[in-house]
């Protein structure tokens, strides 16, 4: 295997990753208030703050679509609007594949949860 194969190939796992994170409920990163004394510390508190926006942002998204909430579709009038409403088909597809994802980890959830309770 070469290099750059290698470098694909973990590239591949890392999105792979990532992507089963975002369906994932956000870890609580700490039960008390954060103290803002510097810096470095509001970009930190911020970040935490920006990732926990973008991540309900997404889940949000990922449940109104396997809810069958759909966008306006996009009328084709010429080259742009016609990629335009490819990119929004490929979108909510891409959503649908994760809700269906989202709802398999659900059920895994339960699932663990009953056999745990149940040791």
């Not at 990532?18 to 994932?24: D, N, P, T, Y």
């Not at 991540?55 to 084709?76: C, F, K, M, W, Y």
């Not at 490819?86 to 959830?109: F, P, S, T």
């Amino acid at each position: 295997m070469s290099t750059d194969e290698a470098r694909a190939e973990a590239g591949q796992r890392i999105a792979e990753a990532e992507h089963a994170a975002s369906l994932r409920p956000l870890a609580q990163v700490a039960a008390e208030a954060v103290r803002v004394t510097d810096t470095d510390s509001a970009r930190q508190a911020a970040g935490q703050v920006g990732e926990r926006h973008a991540h309900d942002a997404h889940l949000s998204e990922v449940q109104r679509a396997g809810s069958g909430i759909r966008s306006v579709p996009t009328r084709v009038t010429d080259t742009d609007s016609a990629r335009a409403a490819a990119g929004q088909n490929n979108r909510e597809q891409q959503l649908l594949e994760d809700y269906a994802n989202y709802v398999k980890m659900q059920e895994r959830a339960v699932l663990d949860a009953g056999s745990t309770s149940s040791r």
